[in-house]
T-cell receptor, first 115, second 109 residues
């Protein structure tokens, strides 16, 4: 298994542009999480899904951020319009049903730079 | 509200010296505590969890409910231990992990 797959690995864009980050969880995992990592704030949970249903999106910074999980093998995190303060590494993680939410399997992250 | 505090952003130790990465938490119930590690150019991965009471790569961590701490310890640091370490908390196993801000451990040869 290749693990959690994220794309793109790096994205450089200009302020105001739309950014879409993609994630493919490990097959069979039923929970999916989006985290954002910055130097100042560390790892922050943005949103998580259970069986493709969004459970808690209270960490989504504002309406510019949206996330979807149309099926068990794909999720997107969209920022529209992007701003320089959105620059961060965005991690997707998945977790199997029998491990609760404590054992997460992380992707390699998508490093976003908004100029 | 749940909170995890890692007071040190950076910790430098010499090879062979003991290392202790501090983690304190605030939660009134029964938490589950974890340590995650991110080595250079690798994914963030689980190192150990308190309920397992195991030693991984020589690291151990004991949950101290009285002091609300879950410090990570290793008696003799190795260069390959240099990495970013995150302490994390959940409760009941059904809530997402809350992470501390992380501590970068640098082991000097």
């Amino acid at each position: 298994d290749a693990g959690v797959i994220q794309s793109p690995r790096h994205e450089v864009t200009e302020m105001g542009q739309e950014v879409t980050l993609r994630c493919k969880p490990i097959s069979g995992h039923n929970s999916l999480f989006w985290y954002r990592q910055t130097m100042m704030r560390g790892l922050e949970l943005l949103i998580y899904f259970n069986n493709n249903v969004p459970i808690d999106d209270s960490g989504m910074p504002e309406d510019r951020f949206s996330a979807k999980m149309p099926n068990a093998s794909f999720s997107t995190l969209k920022i529209q319009p992007s701003e320089p303060r959105d620059s961060a590494v965005y991690f997707c993680a998945s977790s199997p049903r029998d491990r609760g939410t404590g054992e997460l399997f992380f992707g390699e992250g998508s490093r976003l730079t908004v100029l | 509200a749940q909170r995890v505090t890692q007071p040190e952003k950076l910790l430098s130790v010499f090879k062979g010296a003991p290392v202790e990465l501090k983690c304190n938490y605030s939660y009134s119930g029964s938490p589950e505590l974890f340590w995650y590690v991110q080595y250079s150019r690798q994914r963030l991965q689980l190192l150990l969890r308190h309920i397992s009471r195991e030693s991984i790569k020589g690291f151990t961590a004991d949950l101290n409910k009285g002091e609300t701490s879950f410090h990570l310890k290793k008696p003799f640091a190795q260069e390959e231990d240099s990495a970013m370490y995150y302490c994390a908390l959940t409760h009941s196993g059904n809530t997402p992990l809350v992470f501390g801000k992380g501590t970068r451990l640098s082991v000097i040869a």
